[in-house]
């Protein structure tokens, strides 16, 4: 099956650095990955919509200067979160689209960041 | 407004007990609604996907329904076991060609030994 990885897991940086996630389809091309962030007991929420050689799609209210996104190529894309606050502090999960496919995503594991 | 809600919140059932969990969608045009099970610390996964056509689909011990027309779907866990723990989040795709995706937002399910 379609596998997405994250990396990393979980990460702990101070406040005022920046942090990069990656985010990586294995064993599928994506033209397509999308961001999400999930607040304890809260559903996940859009980011971003990122497509492979092209500007990344910002959500309402979602800061582009401050959540950078690079889809270099189609198996990587990168989120990196610049001056981190605490309140950045967050559960962020990529997913990846399979091209043709526009209904399907695979998600996946997810990288905690805990900004001191 | 396209809006998935789910019910309950939360639940709490005792091991090997069924239960079953609700969604209720307004989504225009529908295009099709997965369940998908997020363990804690975890990034979700696909339990099952219906389209406008399909009633019922199982996937071993979860089985969804979807009605169309009250536009309400629910998964049904049968023989709970410890490991069902996790929330359960009803994800609809919008449009023909389903691009954009609307979430609710879950129902954590805790299973009581």
């Known amino acids: 099956g379609a596998v997405v990885s994250q990396h990393p897991s979980w990460v702990i940086c101070k406040s005022g650095t920046s942090v990069k996630i990656e985010c990586r389809s294995l064993?599928?091309?994506?033209?397509?990955m999308f961001w999400y962030r999930q607040f304890p007991k809260q559903s996940l929420m859009l980011m971003a919509t990122s497509n492979e050689g092209s500007k990344a799609t910002y959500e309402q209210g979602v800061e582009k200067d401050k959540f950078l996104i690079n889809h270099a190529s189609l198996t990587l894309s990168t989120l990196t979160v610049t001056s981190a606050h605490p309140e950045d502090s967050s559960f962020y999960i990529c997913?990846?689209?399979?091209?043709?496919?526009?209904?399907?995503?695979?998600f996946g594991p997810g990288t905690r960041l805990t900004v001191l | 407004k396209n809006q998935v809600e789910q019910s309950p919140q939360s639940l709490i059932i005792l091991e090997g007990k069924n239960c079953t969990l609700q969604?209720?969608?307004?989504?225009?045009?529908?295009?099709?609604l997965r369940w998908y099970k997020q363990d804690t610390g975890r990034g979700p996964v696909s339990l099952t996907i219906m389209t406008f056509s399909e009633n019922t689909k199982s996937n071993g011990r979860y089985t969804a329904t979807l009605d169309a027309d009250t536009k309400q779907s629910s998964l049904h866990i049968t023989a709970s076991q410890l490991s069902d723990s996790a929330s359960y989040i009803c994800v609809v795709s919008v449009g023909s060609s389903a691009s954009k995706i609307i979430f609710g937002s879950g129902t954590r399910l805790s299973i009581r030994p």
């Open positions: 969604c209720n969608y307004t989504v225009s045009p529908f295009s099709n």
């Open positions: 997913s990846a689209r399979p091209p043709l496919v526009l209904d399907t995503q695979y």
């Open positions: 064993d599928f091309q994506a033209t397509t």
